[in-house]
T-cell receptor, first 115, second 111 residues
């Protein structure tokens, strides 16, 4: 099976702009989670989607949003970009996401640089 | 979700066994312990998962004492390619993921 794919891999934006990142989970996986990774804060959970519904949310401002489509593909959007949004954004998928007993499969990430 | 504490960094030499311990004092009865490995600019990768006693796979072993308040990831005969950050996660509740990764342990393997 193909792994989790994320597009684009690299992105440069300026402050105030918005950005949309895309994630295609492993075929058959219904749960998609998003994470932000920065040197200062480490890996932080953004949100999780399951069956087109946001099931869990981390402690991020409303500028960070996401959605999931009927084919389980997911997008996340960051509006009004700030310099501090520069990070590696990781997407992970799992079959059901019902519990931490399930393995999460991570994509390669999208590296976002905000200037 | 149970909070975890790991050493920030560890150094080792090729061929040695490396043990990384994670403390999780408030682990719940139905929580599992999972370890992930992350290389620079890549997503984390699952290594091993356990509930109690010992679990072994082709990559590592996981030792969990009876009180389950800590766990030890054991990497046998490490190589330079094992240089990475290792994360210990504790959880197991239903209702989807709200994963807290923590700072992880940065392992540096020297020749």
């Amino acid at each position: 099976k193909a792994g989790v794919t994320q597009t684009p891999r690299y992105l440069i934006k300026t402050r105030g702009q918005q950005v949309t990142l895309s994630c295609s989970p492993i075929s058959g996986h219904r749960s998609v989670s998003w994470y932000q990774q920065t040197p200062g804060q480490g890996l932080q959970f953004l949100f999780e989607y399951f069956s087109e519904t946001q099931r869990n949310k981390g402690n991020f401002p409303g500028r960070f949003s996401g959605r999931q489509f009927s084919n389980s593909r997911s997008e996340m959007n960051v509006s009004t970009l700030e310099l501090g949004d520069s990070a590696l954004y990781l997407c992970a998928s799992s079959p059901e996401g019902g519990s931490l007993r399930e393995t999460q499969y991570f994509g390669p990430g999208t590296r976002l640089l905000v200037l | 979700l149970a909070k975890t504490t790991q050493p920030i960094s560890m150094d080792s030499y090729e061929g040695q066994e490396v043990n990384i311990t994670c403390s999780h004092n408030n682990i719940a009865t139905n929580d599992y312990i999972t370890w992930y490995q992350q290389f620079p600019s890549q997503g984390p990768r699952f290594i091993i998962q356990g509930y109690k006693t010992k679990v072994t796979n082709e990559v590592a072993s996981l030792f969990i004492p009876a009180d389950r308040k800590s766990s030890t990831l054991s990497l046998p005969r490490v190589s330079l390619s094992d240089t990475a950050v290792y994360y210990c996660l504790v959880g197991g509740h239903g209702g989807g993921f709200k994963t807290i990764f923590g700072a992880g342990t940065r392992l540096f393997v020297k020749a």
